[in-house]
């Protein structure tokens, strides 16, 4: 398997923690956990770089250190996509397409912490997380079909 085929499944891989880790944060109660002001309380924990440690903002952090991995193998994958010259433009197009999901994603997620876990937000948060899982899945698999 290619280097840039691996980082995309990593990438897969690591968004899918990520939305599970994310929906027990948002089950248990923790998405509070490392506060609700922003920038002091995000993408840190209760301003510092790791929280403290108890079960609730371990949790969180734990969710915050997936997507900051997700956002890293998608980075990663999205700079070999871009660069390789055996991909179809279907693929790199939905390989970009998850890049930038992610990159509004992140953003949100800020906003859902800013904006003290308001339900919509949370909804919205857990859908576009889903959605670009659901597009870099569908990039893996159309660079990995058989011939």
Known sequence: MQAKNVLLLLAAASLFTTIVVGAYVTVANYGDACGSSVPQDWPTCLGGLFPPLQIAPVMEYTHRLFAALST?????ATIAFWRAQDVE????????????????????????????????????HQGLAILTFGVAVAALARVNRPA
């Open 72 to 76: 890293l193998f998608l980075l990663l």
């Open 89 to 124: 433009k279907v693929v790199k197009r939905t390989v970009y397409a998850a890049m930038l999901l992610l990159v509004v994603q992140v953003f949100l997620g800020g906003i859902v912490i800013a904006q003290e876990e308001e339900a919509l937000l949370v909804a919205a």
